[in-house]
């Protein structure tokens, strides 16, 4: 069985992942107007959208400061180069839509990282990349034994 391609892949801000913040932001936004439409004056609404708008910053933030660098599959391992910053480690693959993958970065110090893999980012190499993430790294694999003898 031949092993998964050698491949680099480049990672960068997701539009998807800034776009779906955004539609839950706005979601967010809209049932704090429903509530506040509905429920009496008072604190609570005024309380219920500061979190809205907390949250929707945070999101915000967290997506510009989105990790921006290559994956690297050599056949062998992972690395995750970031600003000239070169990290071995392994990607575990938390959402498959197809088009996208959200990984999970474990790098062997033990950082985490959130990375959206996306295939507009290159459409040549989106399916050695996906081979890449879905197979295994090479390990060495002891000699089998000798099957059990066939009971008579």
Request: overall charge positive; proline content about 7%; charged content about 20%.
């Given at each position: 069985?031949?092993?998964?391609?050698?491949?680099?892949?480049?990672?960068?801000?997701?539009?998807?992942a800034g776009r779906?913040?955004?539609v839950?932001?706005?979601?967010?936004?809209?049932a704090?107007l429903?509530w506040?439409w509905q429920?009496?004056?008072?604190?609570?609404p005024?309380a219920?959208f500061?979190?809205?708008?907390?949250?929707?910053g945070i999101?915000l933030h967290?997506?510009?400061?989105?990790?921006?660098g290559?994956l690297?599959?050599?056949?062998?391992?992972w690395?995750?180069?970031?600003?000239?910053r070169v990290d071995a480690g392994?990607p575990?693959v938390a959402?498959?839509?197809q088009?996208?993958?959200?990984?999970?970065?474990?790098?062997?110090?033990g950082a985490?990282?959130?990375?959206?893999?996306?295939?507009?980012?290159?459409?040549s190499?989106?399916?050695?990349?996906?081979?890449?993430?879905?197979?295994?790294?090479?390990t060495h694999?002891?000699a089998?034994g000798?099957?059990?003898?066939a009971?008579?």
């Amino acid at each position: 069985m031949h092993g998964a391609p050698s491949v680099t892949y480049p990672v960068g801000r997701s539009p998807f992942a800034g776009r779906a913040a955004a539609v839950l932001a706005a979601a967010g936004f809209l049932a704090c107007l429903a509530w506040a439409w509905q429920s009496p004056a008072g604190w609570r609404p005024v309380a219920g959208f500061a979190v809205a708008f907390a949250c929707a910053g945070i999101a915000l933030h967290a997506w510009w400061r989105s990790p921006v660098g290559e994956l690297r599959w050599d056949g062998s391992g992972w690395m995750w180069e970031e600003g000239g910053r070169v990290d071995a480690g392994r990607p575990e693959v938390a959402l498959d839509l197809q088009a996208r993958l959200l990984v999970r970065w474990r790098a062997e110090e033990g950082a985490v990282r959130w990375l959206w893999l996306e295939r507009a980012s290159d459409v040549s190499h989106w399916e050695a990349l996906r081979r890449a993430v879905y197979s295994r790294a090479s390990t060495h694999v002891p000699a089998a034994g000798k099957p059990p003898a066939a009971e008579q």
